[in-house]
């Protein structure tokens, strides 16, 4: 157990600088987000001061309903006006209309969030072992007592724990700026946002977050070893051959046998990421009727056939991984 | 004593070219060992079968381990210098030595530390900022200052100046060697080394052309210096592995010849491992 954690260590030597550069532009976006934000906030109170009310044409109301919305200042009172008749809903109606932005700005950023990490992480499972080919050091990794599985191993945790570890602080990350945001906003969102998030349980999000992240890594497993299986043999640009491999054979395969089977085999891969989460933090029925439905059941993916077929692909490729690598191949 | 490496029919083929040709060795312990080959005859490909980084045929152990599934074990009593800087360029030296204290049981970093006083390789720089000559100072003190029984160094002084050259091989002598110990020391510049060495493996083409110590050598090789008129009298009578000319005198270099009968025929001498290395490998080279 030691050499793997000294060896994860030193995967952090090598890599942190693109983790904490990652952090930092995430974090710079966030912050402009947060200047768009209450810039708005400023021109939206600012203009309502000024004259009275904003008027906001063709807004979505419901699942069926579009229509006019007026917000007119009454005093030190806000009051929302609906196709020209005051809002005569409850405030539970109101706070399920408002659920639904809310919920699914959430997870459209934790989507987005998780998506960027995936891709970063595509740079690292290409490079993880091209790298050491490259500047030669796999023959100083070599020389030091640690088999061959303690090497790989450490890699495909440090790349697995990276992407897990960077998606739940930079899920975390955006959820404070989305609050900061929400009271940047002011009245009337404030109040209502707050009123939907506070019935969120930070710690039970997490907790999905992190099983839906468990799923995740597993999935993605077969495309991380398989990255670092490219970048064990090919004399240069890993990521571009371990890519552009797939998708020639697709274009390949599309054109000799007329179909798109395998385009659609790696476009429902890449969706399936996507899926999980689309399905299990569905807004659109609900709502905020029941309490809030932004909790699923990750767990049930975890344990499935998919899964455990991508835990069987992932021994394959990790297989082929270890037998090329103790081949030695030199870059030059 | 139990031989500190056994090789028995390794072989090695990239392609169509057979770097290993049934190399078959045994080693004891406690020898400093000259692997002597020109460019290309297999000698880094032998220390790479050594140290369980290369796939080969045939049987191999290495103080009694078998390199390619026990290399593990192996390099906690190895210590392994290669002919090109391997070092990983993006960590810092003191990175490096703090690393190296975590991953190897038998690292001592006071002694690394003690070692890097007397360089100018500072601690806090990136290693890829380094001189070549530098890099191979810090991988030298990483090496010397782990305790193991054998070290092998692939033309160490591949690049680097002659002062450097000279001080690597002294650092080597007074803070590694001792009886315990054991050295393979690849090269092709056997001049530099060969007044270190115990024993001398001679390589090319895959195959090792000779194995002995250096004692044995002298024994068994004999330099005959004659005038040149009686050159073509003695060439057929003494049949030398090689000749040359020098100050209008012929030198003979002979395997195998009886001292008593050489007497009076010219001025015999112990010729050097560089003659005997260049009249093994004839034309080959």
Redesign the interface.
């Known amino acids: 157990m030691k050499p793997i954690m000294i060896l994860l260590k030193r995967e952090w030597l090598e890599w942190n600088r693109v983790i904490i550069g990652t952090v930092l532009v995430v974090t710079f976006l966030n912050l402009l987000m947060l200047l768009s934000v209450s810039r708005g906030s400023t021109w939206f109170h600012e203009t309502l001061e000024r004259e009275g009310h904003i008027n906001m044409e063709n807004v979505q109301i419901d699942e069926e309903n579009v229509g006019d919305v007026d917000i007119r200042k009454n005093g030190s009172e806000i009051e929302v006006y609906i196709d020209g008749s005051t809002s005569d809903k409850s405030l539970s109606d109101i706070m399920n209309q408002a659920a639904k932005p809310v919920v699914i700005g959430l997870r459209i950023g934790m989507q987005l969030t998780f998506g960027f990490v995936l891709f970063l992480s595509l740079f690292y499972f290409s490079d993880a072992i091209y790298k050491e080919r490259a500047d030669s050091s796999t023959l100083f990794f070599r020389s030091l007592p640690v088999s061959d599985h303690h090497i790989l191993t450490s890699k495909v945790l440090a790349g697995l724990i990276g992407v897990m570890g960077l998606t739940i602080f930079l899920s975390i990350e955006y959820l404070i700026f989305m609050k900061v945001a929400i009271m940047l906003m002011g009245e009337p969102v404030n109040a209502l946002a707050s009123a939907v998030l506070s019935k969120i349980s930070y710690v039970s999000l997490m907790w999905d977050w992190f099983a839906y992240l468990i799923f995740a890594v597993i999935r993605m497993g077969p495309l991380a070893l398989f990255l670092m299986l490219v970048g064990t043999y090919v004399k240069g640009r890993p990521l571009l051959v371990g890519i552009g491999g797939p998708i020639l054979l697709a274009i390949s395969y599309s054109i000799i046998f007329r179909s798109a089977a395998l385009f659609r085999s790696i476009g429902s891969f890449l969706w399936g990421f996507n899926q999980k989460l689309i399905e299990q933090w569905d807004m659109s029925t609900s709502g905020m009727a029941n309490g809030p439905i932004v909790y699923g059941n990750f767990w049930g993916y975890i344990f499935n056939l998919e899964t455990l077929f991508a835990l069987m692909v992932s021994g394959l490729l990790y297989t082929a991984l270890w037998m090329t690598y103790k081949k030695n191949i030199p870059v030059g | 004593m139990a031989a500190l490496i056994e090789l028995k029919n390794i072989s090695k083929t990239y392609g169509t070219l057979k770097a290993l040709d049934n190399v078959s060795l045994e080693i004891p312990a406690g020898r400093i060992v000259g692997l002597v080959g020109p460019n290309g005859a297999g000698k880094t490909t032998l220390l790479?079968a050594l140290?369980?980084?290369?796939?080969y045929s045939g049987d191999a152990k290495v103080l009694g381990y078998e390199p390619?599934s026990q290399?593990?074990?192996l390099?906690?009593e190895?210590?392994?210098i290669?002919d090109?800087?391997?070092?990983?360029?993006?960590?810092k030296t003191k990175?490096l030595l703090a690393?190296m204290e975590?991953?190897?049981?038998n690292f001592d970093r006071a002694k690394a530390e003690s070692f890097l006083k007397t360089t100018t390789i500072p601690m806090d720089k990136k290693i890829k900022s380094l001189s070549k000559g530098m890099k191979t100072q810090l991988h030298l003190a990483v090496t010397l200052a782990t305790d193991t029984k054998l070290l092998i160094l692939d033309e160490p002084t591949h690049g680097l100046d002659i002062l450097f050259r000279k001080q690597l091989y002294s650092s080597v002598l007074e803070d590694y060697f001792d009886d315990q110990k054991s050295i393979l020391i690849s090269t092709h510049q056997i001049e530099e080394v060969e007044h270190i060495l115990s024993d001398v493996i001679f390589i090319n083409r895959g195959k090792v052309l000779l194995y002995a110590s250096i004692e044995e050598l002298g024994e068994r090789f004999t330099q005959l210096t004659i005038p040149a008129d009686q050159a073509d009298d003695l060439r057929s009578e003494l049949k030398p592995l090689s000749e040359y000319g020098i100050l209008g005198r012929r030198v003979f270099l002979l395997e195998g010849a009886d001292h008593g009968t050489l007497k009076g025929k010219g001025d015999i001498q112990t010729p050097s491992v560089a003659d005997i290395f260049v009249a093994l490998m004839g034309g080959e080279v």
Request: glycine content about 10%; hydrophobic content about 40%; charged content about 25%.
């Open positions: 790479r140290t369980g980084e290369l796939d390619r290399r593990a074990e390099m906690l190895t210590g392994v290669h090109i800087s391997v070092l990983p360029s993006w960590m990175e690393f975590g991953i190897h049981p």
